[in-house]
């Protein structure tokens, strides 16, 4: 009965994003969410894990959604609450695709699907796709390029990572400015915890 409410609200929302874009569906979003439960027993699909939330205690589950351009909705799936969501990707937009006949969009998602395993298996089925990256990850190398480049409000420069990808990097004002002041605050928060450590050891 669920599988068939599932099936058809799926069904009901990919006709509608079809026919807003007039059946061309070339480029999508995936992402991953989660739900948690305040209660202690866990089921098959509701399991304690890595938690968003910091809720570690309590029983959880996944959600996967698909949406196109617009954010109108494609598909989702409802995955186990302990599931590595990295290894949701690849099964998602196989069944997706064999569900609703969808040839493979160009993929978008963040950097937490960002795996070997996953960019190797994009590549096996012939995907395009564009994944979320950290510059911390980054090799020395790349880093330092990016070290020597200039950049200023809307700028974005591309590196090459070797002869299938490569790195683009984008420059906001506001978006350095936030991250000037995380680290500012985090530095801040360190200190004060030195601080208090240090005052417990003195007695």
Known sequence: MLDKLKHKVEQIAFNHTKRVLHENISIVFYDMATLYFEASDEDDLCKTGFSKDGKYQC????????????????????????????????????????KFGLNMPMINADAGLLSKENIRALQEHGCKYILGARIKNETEAIKQKIRESHFREG???????????????????????????????????IKKQINTWLNKVKY
Request: charged share 25%; no cysteine.
């Open 59 to 98: 029983p959880q589950i996944f959600i996967g959604l698909l949406v196109d351009l617009g954010g109108y909705a494609i598909g989702y799936d409802i995955f186990e609450g302990n599931i590595d969501e990295g290894h949701t990707l690849i099964p998602f937009l196989k069944k997706i695709s064999l």
């Open 155 to 189: 700028t974005i420069k591309s590196y090459t990572k070797n002869n299938i990808s490569r790195l683009l990097v984008a420059y906001t004002d506001n978006r350095a400015q936030k991250d000037a002041y995380n680290r500012k605050y985090g530095l801040k928060q």
